[in-house]
C-alpha cells in the first residue's frame, strides 16, 4: 500500500472492504473527497466510470484458467469451461453479446487482447462480476441499434476464416437464435425455404437485407412491394409463401 498514515490506511481498507474495488480506486475517491469517507462512498457511486475499473492481476488470472495449453488464444475448450463458471448454455444468445463486446473475430475463440479488453469494457474482473452482468447484456437485445450491431457483427463472428460468405447451416442457427428475440413468425418457413430451394451459403447483402425486411414488411405481406429492391432471394422465398398457401395473396 502506498505510504500513508494509519489513520488513511484504515479508511482505503474500509473502502475496499465495502465496495469491493482495487487500492487505487478506493485512493482515488477519498482523495476527491479530501479523505471523507461519505463522501468517498457518494463519488465512488455517482461515476459509474471509476466504479467499472477492473483489476488488471484478476484479469490475467480469468484469462489463463481459460487459455488453451498449447496457444495463446481461449479456444473451444476454454470457452466451454467459461459457459460452465457462468452457468449458461454455450448456445445461449448471450455468449453472442458477450463476443460482441469483446469484438472477437472469430466464434468460440478469444485472443487475450479480445478478452481482456472486453472485461475492462464491461467492468468485470471476476466470474461473480461477469455473472451479475449477464441480465444487463440481455437486455441489450432489446434496444433496436444494439440489436442491429449485433446482427450485422454476427455475420463475421460465424462465418468460416477466410470465406466470405455464411455457411447455410450456420445462417439457419444464427437466424434461429437471433430471430428467437424478434420474435418474427416467418423465421421457421424462411429457414426451411432457404433448405428446399437456396441450399447454398449466405451473402451478406442477404443476411444484412433480411433484417430490413424483418423490420419493415408485416408478417402478412400486406406493405410488400414486389418492384422494392429486395435481393432476389427475399423476392422468392415471398413468392414461396404465397405459391404454398403459407400467406394468402391479396386480390
Known sequence: MHKL???HRDK???????????EKVAL???????????????????????????????????????????VDMIMVDGVSLLCNDLQVDPQDIVMLVVSWHMKAATMCEFS???FISGLQSLG????????????????ELKDENKFREIYNFAFGWAKEKGQKSLALDTAIGM????????HWPL?????????????????????????????T??????????QGAWPYLIDEFVEYLFDNGIIQREN
Open 5 to 7: 498514515g494509519r489513520g
Open 12 to 22: 482505503v481498507q474500509q473502502f475496499m472492504a465495502i465496495t469491493g474495488t482495487s
Open 28 to 70: 482515488q475517491a477519498l482523495k476527491a473527497s479530501d479523505w471523507h469517507l461519505e463522501g468517498a462512498f457518494d463519488f465512488f457511486y455517482s461515476q459509474p466510470q471509476i466504479r467499472a475499473v477492473t483489476d488488471s492481476r484478476h484479469l490475467e488470472e480469468l484469462y489463463n484458467r481459460y487459455k488453451d495449453p498449447y
Open 112 to 114: 487475450r487482447q479480445e
Open 124 to 139: 468485470v474482473d471476476s466470474i461473480e462480476k461477469f455473472r451479475e452482468k449477464l441480465p444487463s447484456l440481455r437486455t
Open 175 to 182: 437466424w434461429q437464435l437471433l430471430f428467437a428475440e424478434k
Open 187 to 215: 423465421v421457421d418457413h424462411w429457414c426451411q425455404f432457404l433448405q428446399v430451394r437456396h441450399n447454398k451459403a449466405i451473402s451478406r447483402d442477404t443476411w444484412s437485407q433480411l433484417l430490413e425486411f424483418v423490420k
Open 217 to 226: 414488411i408485416d408478417p402478412q405481406l400486406s406493405n410488400y412491394d414486389a
